[in-house]
């Protein structure tokens, strides 16, 4: 009997969960012939996971948001991603390009951050979550605190607070100082191998002292970070290269669906009990 499995489908709907089915077709036989091992369905899969959803209504952000302001909810640490897969659900590589994989953004310390991610991606994925990208203001308020600093931590650049200043960029240490431009095309720059040398991307909150007075770590380096401008706008920068003007730093030379090694996202939010 000759196969072909047919899987997970129909499950981008936002809102929704869904038990998947496995379905086995014979190709010499029209009829389908369900598989002798389901998945299990005692769980269902949920795609969407609101965090207000029996959350303590007396905090007015979950425990891995800060309030800032007192109006607006924003990820402590730069977002990774779960897949949502019919198994269940596991971290998403985060030197991988998202793609076709069904994801939804975390906030969590101690993991890798995700690059090589899209704005719209990162706007998809925090939407999954509940949450939403910044906006551009409420992403440089939250940078620069209520004192307007230059960067998380103060006025003045302390070296090796952030991670930033790598002193060989590591698009040409991977393919090479004398490396042609080419290089520099979106293929090459989103090579996973990019981000495997040493010395690249941080665990998320590994330079604790790199640190907003509410709480938000790397702000300024490890990767950039979209936000909601749908022309397609990044801030902070990344590890590459020092970062002058700390949370005032902002990219707008590509466009929404623009991605490469250095390309991350935080996610913000509503408090509870305000208007959405």
């Not at 009829?31 to 769980?43: C, D, G, L, M, N």
């Not at 720059?189 to 941080?202: E, G, K, L, R």
């Amino acid at each position: 009997m000759r196969c072909a499995i047919l899987g997970f489908a129909s499950l981008m709907t936002m809102g929704c969960t869904a038990a998947p089915t496995l379905m086995v077709m014979d190709m010499d036989d029209d009829r389908p012939v369900f598989a002798s091992k389901q998945p299990e369905a005692s769980e269902p899969l949920v795609v969407f996971r609101d965090w207000r959803q029996g959350h303590d209504p007396s905090k007015p952000c979950p425990a891995d948001m800060a309030l800032v302001a007192d109006s607006y909810c924003v990820d402590r640490w730069e977002g990774s991603l779960v897949e949502i897969t019919p198994s269940g659900e596991r971290p998403f590589p985060a030197t991988m390009r998202v793609g076709d994989h069904l994801v939804r953004a975390r906030s969590v310390p101690g993991v890798m951050p995700q690059a090589y991610v899209s704005g719209a991606e990162a706007q998809r994925a925090c939407e999954m979550a509940g949450k939403r990208l910044c906006t551009a203001w409420e992403w440089w308020r939250a940078c620069a605190g209520r004192r307007k600093m230059i960067y998380p931590y103060g006025t003045m650049h302390v070296a090796g607070r952030c991670n930033e200043e790598r002193s060989l960029h590591p698009v040409m240490q991977l393919y090479g100082a004398d490396a042609g431009p080419e290089v520099w095309y979106m293929e090459p720059m989103n090579n996973p191998a990019i981000n495997a040398q040493s010395a690249t991307v941080a665990m998320t909150g590994a330079r604790s002292r790199c640190v907003t007075e509410d709480g938000l770590f790397d702000m300024v380096g490890n990767v950039h970070e979209w936000t909601s401008d749908p022309a397609g706008t990044f801030h902070g920068g990344a590890y590459s290269g020092k970062i002058a003007i700390g949370c005032q730093y902002i990219t707008t030379a590509h466009g929404f669906s623009y991605h490469d090694y250095s390309t991350g996202f935080r996610c913000c939010s509503e408090p509870v009990g305000s208007p959405e």
